[in-house]
């Protein structure tokens, strides 16, 4: 597949960006702080977004869905990055249904896909137990009980946890890591929401002896692991666009402001010290670019190597990005520090993402492993 | 079936027949590869028919124009190419600043009558050329340059001096920026001009560099008779052919840069020569920097594969070429950094088995000019600060 977007996924594009763009732009996640957002995120507008299609474009037609795949989705996110939008479209729409179609079993699909195309249910990974990411190392217990299991843990980190509807929750079984289908209002299940540094509201989820059946088992409970890694993969490429999305646009008001702004007498982009350091961001920026392209098509492809790009993307697009809003805030200088203006809501994001599913450092190492050193 | 199929399928029966055994391995260093010339020795009967049989069918030039000995590829056709002569592991039948430098130009700014000239030559290897653009006092500044040319009627006479010839004592003629008029504006009084550098006048004096090696020479200029039909496109215009050639080379650096075809991956080169404890290496600092390397690389050559596809979709890429060769020659300077400290003392060894007698340090020392040649990374971020950011100034 070219690495170049075709014309339909342009138009995708530029139509989610008119919308964001008048809907949503960084306005919006300012009044819904000043506000006090319970969920971190509006209903109203992610009910626009469902009647656009976006929670539908990776569910197959025949449970209701556009069956559009990654890219297109991807196409979507990197938008919500440029405006900051926030809403449950990584979490849900990527994350959740990724799971779904990867492991969930012909009636947990019929059960989930349609009403998450629908924008009805919003589906959660509960998978780290820590502040660092270790995906493998689950405290959290899972008993056979009856014809079914019983859960005990604790998760933190969980996104968009104060509106979720199902936690996907990793817990240590018998036979090794397993996967299972939460519903949020459960007996045993506790969830208390926080507000996180980009106003978006996790939760940590206390799970205490949670009975559940055994058709609320995601996939078979030995592949557990390898099933959560393609979740996490998916979920890593999706965070990396979005992050590509804050990059640029952080970027590119940055770029219009030392165009504007004047001191000594001339606009500081022309000082050499400025420029340089724009032009080597320029470069990681489009480096980031086909990073993130090719690995949304190596998901729509199923590639063999989705796990390598998927690390190799969540590395150089959270360094990259980082550096953009980094830099973003030093070049304006004063009021980069300030409320008032809005760039600095780009580096809150950009630290949720970039830690999310793994930090550059975690991508570092595995990258590493998986290239057998 | 794939419409360039059955293209493929010749392609591939006339190399089984027609490139010797003895070509299907990948050369070590430069020195292994035909250059061509007037003066160049074969070292083989095989290094020799290999360019003669690839030159026959033009392929040593595969998109230029028949008519000039090329070989009337078309893009996809020549990336089929490239794809079977590195099936069997070929060697380039020729490397050819001629093919690479001077025929671009030609073909976009020369006369018929100077394509058909100097076109066929190049394609068949018989002709070795040099460049002459940068000078003492013009380096970064290159339109400051200073050799004059001067009008005396039927010809130009041409004094001064070139600095950073590529193989200058191996050229057998010479493309070359001069000043054709000394009181116009800077940029305007440039002309680009050919003359053979057996003319009397002409002398070359090697550079030795850090590494030991010399790869480029100083070109005197003492007189030198120039015929008024070697001037490419219009006199005073050659800073337009300049700058168009500058574009191209730096898109060449930039894929050479990249071009680890042959190369093992830094990593296997870790492992091979540190080892793993416990199935990582040990060292763990340098185990991030290699990773943070290997994921740069894989950026930049994702980045170059992006940019292919979107030239192929009409998209020029323009000032880009800056950010390539930027990035391409930073990171090539990091691999011999990281090539060093995995080495270790071993990459210490001038003359000796340890670093197969200064391979590795040579490579490093030679790598620190990777920066400046062809214009310094500050000249190219200054060019994608301006030309595509629109930064002022």
Known sequence: MALVLNDEQRMLRDSARDFLTQRAPVGHLRQLRDNGSETGFSRDLWGEMTDMGWTAILVPEEYGGLDYGYSGLGLLLEECGRTLTPSPLLGTALTGVAALLRAGTPEQRAEWLPAVAAGERILSLACDETGGHRPDRVATRAEPHGNGYRLTGTKTAVIDGAAADVFIVSAAADQGLALFLVPAGANGVTVEPYPALDISVAARVTFDQVEVPASALLGSPDQGQAVLDHILDVARIGAAAELLGIAQESFGRTIEYLKERKQFGVPIGSFQALQHRAAQLHTEIELSKSVVLKALHALDEGAPDCAELASLAKAKVSTTAHRACCEAIQMHGGIGVTDDFDIGFFLKRCRILETLYGDRNFHLDRYARLRGY | ?393
């Not at chain 2, 020195?31 to 290999?50: H, K, M």
């Not at chain 2, 680009?192 to 003319?199: E, K, L, P």
């Open chain 2, 1 to 393: 079936m794939n419409p360039m199929e059955p293209f493929r399928q010749e392609v591939r029966e006339w190399l089984e027949a027609n490139c010797p055994e003895s070509m299907r391995s990948p050369y070590r260093s430069e020195a292994d590869v035909c250059w061509g010339g007037r003066n160049f020795e074969f070292q083989s009967d095989d290094q020799r028919l290999w360019l003669e049989r690839m030159a026959g069918r033009g392929w040593t030039a595969p998109t230029w124009p028949k008519e000039y000995g090329g070989g009337g590829l078309d893009r996809s056709q020549e990336k089929i190419l490239k794809e079977e002569l590195a099936r069997i592991h070929a060697r380039p039948p020729l490397l050819s600043f001629g093919i690479a430098m001077l025929g671009p130009a030609l073909l976009k700014f020369g006369s018929e009558e100077l394509k058909q000239q100097h076109l066929p030559p190049v394609v068949r290897g018989e002709i070795r050329w040099a460049q002459g653009y940068s000078e003492p006092n013009a380096g970064s500044d290159l339109a400051n340059l200073q050799a004059r040319c001067e009008d005396r009627g039927d010809h130009f006479i041409l004094n001064g001096s070139k600095i950073w010839t590529s193989y200058g004592d191996l050229g057998d003629w010479m493309f070359c920026l001069v000043r054709t008029d000394f009181e116009a504006p800077k940029h305007q009084g440039i002309s680009f001009v050919m003359f053979d550098m057996a003319t009397p006048g002409v002398s070359t004096r090697p550079i030795r560099l850090i590494s030991g090696k010399s790869p480029f020479t100083e070109t005197f200029f003492e007189d030198v008779r120039v015929e008024k039909d070697q001037v490419i496109g219009e006199l005073n215009k050659g800073w337009t052919i300049a700058k168009y050639l500058l574009t191209h080379e730096r898109e060449m650096i930039a894929g050479s840069g990249l071009s680890h075809a042959g190369t093992a991956p830094l990593s296997k080169t870790a492992i091979d020569t540190i080892g793993l404890d416990n199935g990582i290496l040990g060292n763990t600092p340098l185990r991030a920097d290699i990773a943070r390397f290997e994921i740069d690389e894989r950026s930049l050559d994702l980045t170059i594969e992006r940019a292919r596809d979107e030239v192929k979709a009409g998209v020029s890429l323009g000032a880009a070429a800056s950010m390539f060769k930027y990035y391409g020659t930073e990171l090539n300077m990091r691999r011999q950094e990281l090539l060093m400290a995995i080495g270790g003392s071993d990459a210490l060894v001038w003359e000796g088995a340890e670093s197969k007698d200064g391979q590795a340090p040579r490579q490093w020392l030679r790598s620190k000019g990777n920066s400046i040649e062809g214009g310094t990374s500050e000249i190219q971020l200054n060019i994608v600060a301006k030309h595509i950011l629109g930064l002022p100034g």
